[in-house]
């Protein structure tokens, strides 16, 4: 059993950067993988991130590369997700969630831990 708890969000202006982190606890970091996804009211959930916990390659969501990074720190078993150039279309609820494959998938469904989830709102 793996417990995530996510912590860094709150309210950011439009253009801002903010870090969210994702603590892993209960579980082995030895073949996971480990993403982030957020969903905004009305919407799907949307992968943002994923990180391959073995070979450290990531994976983005669409046109999100570039302003969004994924990182960890591997002795705090927490992964960290750096968001820049924020805009008010970044506005959602951010997931982190783990899975137990070295694949990194976009689809929510594959994915069987997930944290309760922090809010980033971007106002102007």
């Known amino acids: ?3 995530l708890v996510e912590s860094g969000g709150g309210v ?3 253009g801002g ?3 969210l982190s994702c603590a892993a606890s209960g579980g ?3 073949s996971y993988t480990m ?3 957020r969903q905004a009211p009305g919407k799907e959930r949307e992968f943002v991130a994923g990180l391959n916990w073995v070979n450290g390659r990531t994976s983005y969501g669409d ?3 570039g302003r969004f990074t994924i990182s960890r720190a591997n002795a705090k078993n927490t992964v960290y997700l750096h968001m820049s ?3 008010s279309e970044d506005t959602a609820v951010y997931y982190c969630a783990a899975r137990y494959s070295p694949a990194v998938i976009t689809t929510p469904s594959e994915y069987t831990y997930w944290g309760q989830g922090t809010q980033v709102t971007v106002s102007s």
């Open 28 to 30: 082995t970091s030895a």
């Open 17 to 19: 950067s903010q870090r």
């Open 12 to 14: 950011v202006q439009t």
């Open 63 to 65: 046109s999100l590369e």
């Open 85 to 87: 150039s924020l805009k």
């Open 35 to 37: 993403a982030w996804f």
């Open 1 to 3: 059993q793996v417990t």
